[in-house]
């Protein structure tokens, strides 16, 4: 940290806040970085390669160099498991972080993971990257000791000697911050109360964060059900998004790139699987979409209609009932896995942020912007947003606009003319 340089606080450590924190720390301005999960990199670091002989421009690669970089950068000094409690405007900000015990010591932890293998309760949660000093950590909503203080199987089989279970939640007043930026993100589309796909109930049934989360883990598509590849899979886009029923009329702008390239991946990795995309319309990205969609189009089944319900038939396979779009007569398509390509929805704690900070959200509940060009401002001064905090991005788009919070920041500091 440099002694007397101006502090900012960074909220949420996904691709946005690891960005602005590097770009401030790159300009000398200090950074509190907080994140309230127990590890850092957001959505983005639980995302594959979706490379096939080719790079596919993904961006997923870039959220692990960011983190790499961040970690490496003294001017950054990162919170985990912790949240903004209280706020008070004067010449600075004076914020209140209240820090949830961090269970396992980093400084101890070989990553070798028996406490994920011994644990009882699924408390022990597995991180996606390596990068994240620990890979390990403790839920204590769901470990046993924080309910009744009868099981200690994770401390006492640690080889290291890495858990603490008895660590008090602890409420740090920083001292005064001179700005902040917030870049909590998003939450993914919960399919669940689209009850005619049955998602919870099919089993071969998953979303687009589920396959990202297999492809990245096994390296290709298995059926979840006998953990076989598919023969015949099918996408259906815009789950969640573009739905007057559900009052998300915005488009996510990131499920038709992702599926697309998802859909490549299988094909490269398992030419014997057929791929088919159900779409409304193709959300066009990056100035070599034609050329990229005409590859799909070769190498895809692009069927232009949205299924209607879906029901499990034998070996766990899935019946799909859609219009033909030629003749439009009823069809029934029976596949091995569907993908529901789910959108990107506000933050779950965008409300109780923008409450703290007295911070306005747009009809579609996503930081309002103050000024239609100025991207990252707010309605407070002295506040900037940062990726998809303020409305759907991919990786790269928040990742450019979290580069511009921080340049905003430190004009307004005066660190940059
Ligand atoms: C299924 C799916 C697949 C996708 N695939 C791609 C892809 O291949 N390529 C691409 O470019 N884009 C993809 N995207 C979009 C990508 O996920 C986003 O662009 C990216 O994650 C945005 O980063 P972010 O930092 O704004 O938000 P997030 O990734 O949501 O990170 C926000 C962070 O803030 C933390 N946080 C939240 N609230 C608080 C709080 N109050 N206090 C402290 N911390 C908080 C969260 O725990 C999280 O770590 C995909 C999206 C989805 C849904």
Redesign the pocket.
């Known amino acids: 940290m440099s002694k007397g340089a101006k502090q900012v606080l960074v909220?949420?450590?996904?691709?946005?806040?690891l960005s602005s924190a590097w770009e401030l720390a790159r300009l000398k301005v200090n950074v509190l970085l907080?994140?309230?999960?127990g590890f850092?990199?957001?959505?983005?670091i639980q995302?594959c390669c979706?490379a096939t002989d080719k790079c596919q421009k993904?961006?997923?690669c870039a959220t692990q160099k960011r983190l790499k970089e961040v970690l490496q950068e003294p001017g950054v000094r990162v919170h985990l498991k912790?949240?903004?409690k209280e706020v008070i405007k004067d010449a600075r900000f004076r914020v209140t972080i209240n820090r949830r015990p961090i269970l396992i010591d980093p400084q101890k932890c070989t990553n070798c993971g028996i406490c994920l293998e011994k644990c009882p309760a699924g408390a022990v949660k597995r991180g996606h990257s390596g990068r994240n000093t620990c890979l390990y950590e403790i839920d204590e909503n769901e470990c046993l000791y924080f309910k009744d203080r009868d099981c200690t199987i994770c401390r006492d089989e640690c080889p290291e000697g890495a858990i603490n279970l008895d660590q008090q939640e602890l409420s740090e007043a920083v001292q005064e911050v001179d700005a902040i930026i917030v870049?909590?993100?998003?939450t993914?589309y919960n399919p669940i109360e689209k009850t005619r796909f049955g998602y919870g109930i099919n089993k071969n049934l998953i979303?687009?964060?589920e396959l990202?989360r297999m492809l990245r883990q096994k390296g290709r598509v298995l059926r979840p059900s006998d953990h076989q590849v598919p023969q015949k899979v099918a996408f259906i886009q815009c789950v969640g998004s573009r739905d007057p029923q559900l009052k998300h009329v915005f488009c996510?702008q990131?499920?038709c790139?992702?599926a697309l390239?998802m859909a490549r991946v299988i094909r490269h990795r398992s030419p014997e699987t057929k791929v088919s995309v159900f779409y409304m319309d193709i959300q066009t990205f990056g100035n070599d979409f034609p050329r990229f969609y005409r590859e799909c189009e070769s190498d895809l089944r692009m069927i232009r209609c949205m299924p209607g319900h879906i029901f499990q038939g034998d070996n766990d396979r899935l019946i799909l009932r859609y219009v033909d779009e030629k003749d439009g007569g009823p069809v029934k398509e029976v596949f091995d896995l569907v993908v529901l390509s789910?959108?990107?929805m506000p933050?779950?704690?965008n409300k109780?942020?923008a409450e703290l900070l007295g911070l306005r959200l747009d009809e579609n509940g996503f930081f309002a912007v103050s000024n239609g060009f100025k991207r990252t401002s707010t309605n407070q001064e002295g506040i900037f947003l940062?990726?998809?905090?303020q409305g759907p991005?991919?990786?790269?788009?928040?990742m450019a606009h979290a580069g511009h919070a921080a340049r905003e920041v430190a004009r307004y500091l005066g660190v940059l003319k």
């Open positions: 909220i949420g450590g996904g691709i946005a806040g907080v994140e309230k999960s850092l990199g957001g959505h983005a995302f979706k993904c961006g997923a912790s949240e903004l870049a909590s993100g998003f993914p979303t687009g964060l990202e996510s990131v499920c790139p992702y390239r789910i959108g990107i933050g779950e704690t109780r942020v940062a990726g998809t905090s991005k991919s990786i790269l788009d928040s």
